[in-house]
């Protein structure tokens, strides 16, 4: 053997041990793994929690803006029936003062003339000048009432307009949510594929719970609301909406309780003043979330699923009505509508 092939064996060996070495460090570092379902929906909640308090405010404003319009409506209306009498009385007393004035003197003398009576001439002028007086103080009364309706329309169409250029600035803003959106839209498709929303994290429908339908724990207008609410599950969610074919998560509560005939504000703020707060919820319940953020989130109580209780929520966009437990977020707590 030659020594140069005798001395290239230590060379070899070396070669050998670096390329194991680099496997060995290639192998190590771990590759690029897509994000779980857990992950992605970790990255939703965190940005629809910045999302959904602005959702909120545009439905507080055009809450507002609608009930101000109402205002405005009923003003209307009975300043109509102020300007019909003003208008009408006003006519009364031109007539007469047209009936006076065109006959003048003439027909003071004739008048005269046919009764044979300055006293009875002086009574009859007399009589129409009480007359006038009585229509003219009706005209004045009527139209101080009508000017004090004038001014509180006039504050009031002032405050829509108001109302109306925040609506209008919480619409532009709708553009760049509706952009998040979308976003998020992606990232449940990545999570849940193009099956629909659920997987791992969803439970099913199991709507009506065993809660529902009994007289256990339950109220008659609670067990309504909680139905009307099983039932809108599967529909879209669109923010700003109270149905009836897609909701937002205080326009599904609205929604279902109006079905037990009672009227609850398009809001979650709103809604946690309107009614009782309760520390064990029953069936229909509202029940609110995020109370160190803003509580802009919010559902309904519909009973226990394996020992867990679950409600009914409309989540957020790129997701539907659906069943949740409701100890996956933050509590603020229960209401019980009133």
């Known amino acids: 053997m030659s020594p140069l092939h005798t001395a290239s064996r230590p060379l070899a060996r070396v070669l050998i041990v670096m390329a194991a070495l680099t496997a060995g460090l290639l192998c190590a570092v771990p590759a690029h793994a897509e994000p779980t379902p857990a992950e992605i929906e970790a990255q939703i909640t ?3 929690n910045k999302l959904e308090p602005v959702i909120e405010e545009y439905n507080k404003v055009h809450t507002e803006l609608n009930k101000l319009k109402k205002k405005a409506a009923a003003l209307d209306a009975k300043l109509a029936p102020l300007q019909l009498t003003v208008e009408v009385t006003r006519a009364r007393i031109g007539a007469i003062a047209a009936e006076y004035y065109k006959g003048g003197s003439t027909q003071e003398v004739n008048s005269l003339l046919s009764t044979g009576s300055p006293e009875q001439l002086a009574q009859q002028l007399s009589i129409l000048t009480q007359l006038a ?27 829509i307009a108001d109302q109306a250029k925040k609506d209008a600035d919480m619409a532009a803003k709708k553009k760049a949510i509706e952009a998040d959106m979308v976003r998020l839209a992606a990232l449940r498709l990545k999570a849940y594929g193009s099956g629909g929303p659920g997987g791992a ?22 067990n309504t609301a909680a139905l009307a609410a099983c039932k809108q599950i599967s529909k879209k969610y669109v923010f700003g909406s109270n149905g ?49 953020d ?29 069943m949740q437990y409701v100890d996956v977020m933050p509590l603020a707590g229960y209401v019980r509508p009133s």
Not at 201 to 222: H, R
């Open 201 to 222: 994290l969803k439970i099913g429908n199991l709507c009506p719970v065993p809660a529902l339908g009994t007289q256990d724990n339950t109220s008659a207008k609670g």
């Open 46 to 48: 965190d940005a629809w």
């Open 294 to 322: 803003g509580l802009h989130h919010m559902g309904m109580y519909v009973g226990k699923v394996n020992g867990r209780r679950v409600m009914v929520h409309a989540p957020h966009t790129g997701d539907v009505v659906r």
């Open 244 to 292: 009836p074919d897609t909701f937002d998560c205080s326009g599904l509560t609205q929604w279902a309780w109006a079905k037990a005939g009672v009227e609850l504000t398009h809001y979650t703020k709103a809604q946690w003043t309107e009614g009782k707060r309760v520390s064990t919820p029953i069936v229909g319940d509202l029940v609110f979330f995020y109370p160190n």
């Open 133 to 159: 007086h009585s229509k003219q103080q009706e005209i004045a009364k009527t139209t101080e009432v009508k000017a004090e309706f004038d001014g509180q329309k006039a504050e009031l169409d002032q405050i």
